[in-house]
C-alpha cells in the first residue's frame, strides 16, 4: 500500500498551464504503475494518463494526447502531470493512484487536487 498526496493545482486561464505533483510514501515506489484521473462537476471519473514502473512507457486519454504528459522520478517517490494549453473542460478535480505490477485495479488514492481552467 502506498500513501498519495497531489499538490499543484489552481485557477489558470485558457490556454494556460500547471504541473500536477503526486508524492507516494509507503512501499516500494517503482513497484506500482502510476496514474492520474479526474472528475469533472457531475460527470464520472475518467482516466487521464498512466505510466509503466520504470518510467518507459506511457498512456493518454485521447482527450488530452498532445497537451499532457505524465512522468515519474522513482528516486523521489513523485509522478507528475504536466498540463499545456487547458481548455475549460479540463476543469476537474485530478487525483493519482497507484497499481501494484501484481494487480489488475488500482488500489491506492490520492485526496485530488482542484484545476480550474477560466474561459
Known amino acids: 500500500q502506498v500513501q498519495l498526496v497531489e499538490s499543484g493545482g489552481g485557477l489558470v486561464q485558457t490556454g494556460g498551464s500547471l504541473t500536477l505533483s503526486c508524492a507516494a510514501s509507503g512501499r516500494t515506489f517503482s513497484s506500482y504503475i502510476m496514474a492520474w484521473f479526474r472528475r469533472a462537476p457531475g460527470k464520472e471519473r475518467e482516466f487521464v494518463a498512466s505510466i509503466t514502473r520504470s518510467g518507459g512507457n506511457a498512456n493518454y486519454a485521447d482527450s488530452v494526447k498532445g497537451r499532457f504528459t505524465i512522468s515519474r522520478d522513482n528516486a523521489k517517490n513523485t509522478v507528475y502531470l504536466q498540463m499545456n494549453n487547458l481548455k475549460p473542460e479540463d476543469t476537474a478535480v485530478y487525483s493519482c493512484?497507484?497499481?501494484?505490477?501484481?494487480?489488475?485495479?488500482?488500489?491506492?488514492w490520492g485526496q485530488g487536487t482542484q484545476v480550474t481552467v477560466s474561459s
Open positions: 493512484a497507484a497499481r501494484h505490477w501484481s494487480l489488475t485495479e488500482y488500489s491506492d
